[in-house]
């Protein structure tokens, strides 16, 4: 059973500091990582996708991936309160079948 | 315009009733989703269709049947609701191939 983990928190951070978010995935064989937010009672929206070990960073968010350690995660500098939503790990094969992981509920006080 | 549209956006009914959720997207995709959210978040993949044919069937009970009249549009019909069918459910789209997904605003569904 192909699994994505995520603490599921509430992480809470203050306003200005910088959110890490993890997630751990057991299929080796993944190709494809993502990370989408989603507000209460709003659909899932994708914030970044990474295909390759390293860092990748667009704007106030780095995502970084670990296919040795199987492990992604996602850095939000400078947060701000409408970073306030929870965060899925979403995980894909070769194929088509993307697993999503439970979400971590981020908090940032103003 | 919205790229991926979901109707009804609520739907309340009593168990054992008969109901449909439809789908449409504009985004010119081939492959569409059915996901169901549960109260604790947990987005699960339901089915997975692409360009009319089914490609994903995770272990739904068979009273949830999807339908793909074209491309364009993913319709799910679900037979003797029950208190456990109770979500949200949403719908999504890709390119071929799955990569990033467009969802649907979602249906809230609520069987008394």
């Known amino acids: 059973q192909k699994e994505v983990e995520q603490n599921s928190g509430p992480l809470s951070v203050p306003e200005g500091a910088i959110a890490s978010l993890n997630c751990t995935y057991s299929d080796r064989g993944s190709q494809s990582f993502f990370w989408y937010r989603q507000y209460s009672g709003k659909s899932p929206e994708l914030i970044m996708f990474i295909y390759s070990n390293g860092d990748k960073e667009d704007g106030r968010f780095t995502a970084q991936l670990n296919k040795a350690s199987q492990y992604v995660s996602l850095l939000i500098r400078d947060s701000q309160p409408s970073d306030s939503a929870t965060y899925l790990c979403?995980?894909?094969?070769?194929?088509?079948?993307?697993?999503f992981g439970a979400g971590t509920r981020l908090f940032v006080k103003a | 315009d919205t790229a991926v549209s979901q109707t009804p956006k609520y739907l309340v009914t009593q168990m054992g009733n008969d109901k449909s959720i439809k789908c449409e997207q504009n985004?010119?995709?081939?492959?569409m989703y059915w996901y169901k959210q549960d109260s604790k978040k947990f987005l699960k993949i339901m089915f997975s269709y692409n360009n009319k044919e089914l490609i994903i069937n995770e272990t739904v009970p068979n009273r949830f049947s999807p339908k793909s009249p074209d491309k364009a549009h993913l319709n799910l019909h679900i037979n003797s609701l029950e208190l456990g069918d109770s979500a949200v459910y949403f719908c999504?789209?890709?390119?071929?191939?799955?990569?990033?997904?467009?969802f649907g605003p979602g249906t809230r569904l609520l069987v008394l």
């Open positions: 999504a789209s890709s390119q071929v191939g799955g990569e990033t997904q467009y």
């Open positions: 979403a995980v894909k094969d070769g194929g088509f079948k993307t697993i």
């Open positions: 985004l010119g995709h081939d492959t």
